[in-house]
């Protein structure tokens, strides 16, 4: 009985599969749903207001504006190389972080500050339209309009007293529009050298932040706080006529812009600054910079319990490209706890200024330079001073109409190796590559310089013996290094176990004497206390 029990199981479950199945194929196929309705659909024009704003918030810009070019094409592209441009982007991140990290170590107990993780996610920012400005045979000028809602992976440690607690970026979005300068054209792929960034408008940012996986951003009344000083900070640093510069190629090749004079700055005042200590005046003090550069901001004394404050303190400034570099200035009144307060800011183009003529400016503070911002219209009082332009003596000519007498050729080669030896200027020096560095271990080659007791670093190459840099130091001097020694070392550092252990790989010692003498040195040197290394250096001297 049992096993015709089984039998029948297994027949009926044999039969009926196949019928099942044949069923419902058939039902599926030859009998349709009556009560589908299709999705109502609408023109533009016969929506409300409220369902037409909600729509034009979500368009693509090139919908909505006809000046912008729909670009598919680019966001594949854009899509393919996301890997390689996540990976270029992360380090010029950690680059530029780390000097701003740097003015924050050692203070409010701070030891340091490292990056745990840092990946911008799979997901590139998709192009929601391009619009071309203009161009000419030096650069081209493009207006990008980007969102992006990516699964970036951003944790920072932070060494504070005996604590490590991590601070974590989530949910990141940014919505803006961008303006992208590429400059200057050079004969080899990708034809330009650098890239400059504008913002045209302030971002639309959005994040979460996590301390020690906490989200602080759940605190009532904090995360629109973030968000509007994120925004506004952004806008004050990279705001057009601002920008920020992206190196693409490197100088042989024409990427590098070459130092071309020195420009003097003096603060000399401000009067009627805003108050914004409760108690007392506002402690000004004064920081000043040059767009395109990534050196750190100059910094005035601080005046205490002053609103009309006298400085009169001088600054020397590299100028490299005279047509589109903008001194900066940014007043902030010091607090001894806590961030300093904003004053004011205002920026003076250095094409405004004629060479070597001393021009004084009392200029009225703003808030920002978005003309459309409404802080602009609050009186923050006036700074006063005065720049002056030294164009470098070789490069004199193209400023100066007296060098066009042919007569005055031999005076002027006298006159320049006078200056050459009583003069100040800017001493130059390009650490370009090494070959054949060996040590005891494996080989992460970085240089140091050791020039007037001043120390200056390359970035560490891993794992190499000929390493390349192409990395370019200045020092500007007040009198001509005719006696003086540079130490240049190549170093080799490692970490095993949570210690750092450094190498001596070789050094040279060079007079700068002939690098004043001849004003320019390409040449390759052995590498003292190394049995075959050599190092490839360029030293130039540059008169005012």
Known sequence: MGLLERLLEFIGFGIGIPIGLLLGFFLFRYFEPRDFKEPATKSIEELDSNSSLDLLLELPRWVTSPDFERVDWLNKFVLHMWPYIDKASCKIIKSSAELTFAEYIGKFQIKSIDFDRLSLGMFPPKIHGVKAQYSNEDQLVLDLALKWAGNSDIALVVKLLSLQPTVQLVDLQISAVARIILKPFVPTFPCFSSVAISLMEK?????????????????????????????????????????YEIDILDSSIGADRKPIGI???????????????????????????????????????????NL?????????????????????????????????????????????????????????????????????????????????????????KKFSKSFDNPGT?????????????????????????????????????????????????????????????NEEFEFL????????????????????????????????????????????????????????????????WKVV
């Open 263 to 305: 420009l003097h700055v003096k603060i000399v005042r401000a009067n009627n600054l805003l108050n914004k200590d409760f108690l007392g005046q506002s402690d000004p003090y004064v920081k000043l910079s040059l767009t395109g550069e990534k050196l750190p901001s100059k910094k005035t004394t601080v005046k205490m319990n």
């Open 409 to 469: 050729e031999s005076t002027s080669h006298h006159a320049h190796e006078n200056a050459s030896f009583c003069g100040s200027g800017l001493l130059l020096v390009r650490i370009i590559s090494a070959e054949d560095v060996e040590g005891k271990h494996r080989t992460n080659p970085y240089v140091k310089i050791i020039f007037r007791g001043e120390q200056r670093k390359t970035k560490c190459i891993k794992k190499t013996r000929n390493p390349y840099w």
């Open 203 to 243: 971002p639309q940012i959005d994040f979460g932040l996590r301390v020690m996986g906490g989200d602080i951003m759940a605190i009532p009344g904090l995360y629109q706080c973030v968000q509007d000083v994120v925004r506004k900070q952004l806008a004050k640093l990279y705001l057009w006529p601002q920008t």
């Open 308 to 396: 009309n404050p006298e400085w009169n303190e001088d600054f020397k400034l590299i100028i490299k490209d005279l047509a589109s570099q903008v001194v900066q200035l940014r007043l902030y009144d010091w607090e001894k706890v806590g961030a300093h307060d904003y004053l004011g800011m205002q920026l003076v183009p250095i094409n405004l200024l004629t060479p070597c003529e001393k021009q004084e400016f009392t200029l009225d503070l703003f808030n920002s330079t978005d003309p459309n911002d409404p802080h602009n219209k609050k009186p923050r009082g006036q700074i006063t001073i005065e720049m002056n332009f030294v164009p470098f003596f070789d490069d004199s």
């Open 477 to 540: 001097l007040e009198e001509a290094p005719v006696r003086d020694l540079i130490h240049i070392e190549i170093m080799s550092k490692r970490r095993r176990l949570g210690f750092l252990f450094k190498e001596s790989l070789g050094h040279v010692d060079m007079n700068l004497g002939d690098v004043v003498y001849n004003g320019h040195i390409n040449e390759k040197y052995h590498l003292i206390n190394s049995r075959d290394g050599i190092i490839h250096l360029e030293l130039s």
